[in-house]
């Protein structure tokens, strides 16, 4: 093999290798923007936090939403201002097309003017929810 054909499938496995890791990084389930939805207060019969609110859209046959519950639940009480609210889609399966949520458990961080900030889809991770509080 010569050098510049050993030389250009290197650069072939390394511009492969690059596409795979960003398509894999924009897929782990987190966006940074709520792509311009804004949460409606009465969709959660819930008071909101001063700061944020953790928006939780799970339903009955989910077998992740409990952990991700617990997980909202600890998180929240830990920071000053910011609130749990879960919405179960089973009995308003309305919210699940006005929110665009395609599977539960899915996670929005709502600002105090209901402008969804960040979405997580499946169980989010602590460092990422801190990451979309701070960047409230």
């Not at 539960?104 to 989010?124: I, K, L, N, Q, W």
């Given at each position: 093999?010569?050098?510049?054909?050993?030389?250009?499938?290197?650069?072939a496995?390394?511009?492969?290798?690059?596409?795979?890791?960003?398509?894999?990084?924009?897929?782990?389930?987190?966006?940074?923007?709520?792509?311009a939805?804004?949460?409606?207060?009465?969709?959660?019969?819930?008071?909101?936090?001063?700061?944020?609110?953790?928006?939780?859209?799970?339903?009955?046959?989910?077998?992740?939403?409990?952990?991700?519950?617990?997980?909202?639940?600890?998180?929240?009480?830990?920071?000053?201002?910011?609130?749990?609210?879960e919405?179960?889609?089973?009995?308003?399966?309305?919210?699940?097309?006005?929110?665009?949520?395609?599977?539960?458990?899915?996670?929005?961080?709502?600002?105090?003017?209901?402008?969804?900030?960040?979405?997580?889809?499946?169980?989010?991770?602590?460092?990422?929810?801190?990451?979309?509080?701070?960047?409230?």
């Amino acid at each position: 093999m010569s050098p510049a054909l050993a030389l250009g499938v290197a650069a072939a496995l390394l511009a492969l290798a690059t596409v795979i890791g960003i398509v894999l990084r924009r897929r782990d389930g987190r966006r940074r923007d709520g792509g311009a939805l804004r949460f409606d207060p009465a969709d959660a019969a819930a008071e909101f936090g001063s700061r944020a609110t953790l928006v939780q859209f799970s339903t009955e046959m989910c077998a992740r939403c409990p952990q991700v519950r617990r997980l909202l639940t600890d998180y929240a009480s830990d920071q000053d201002g910011l609130r749990h609210v879960e919405v179960d889609l089973t009995h308003r399966p309305d919210l699940s097309a006005r929110y665009k949520v395609l599977q539960t458990p899915t996670t929005f961080v709502v600002d105090g003017s209901g402008a969804v900030r960040a979405r997580f889809h499946g169980v989010p991770h602590r460092h990422a929810l801190t990451e979309a509080v701070a960047a409230l």
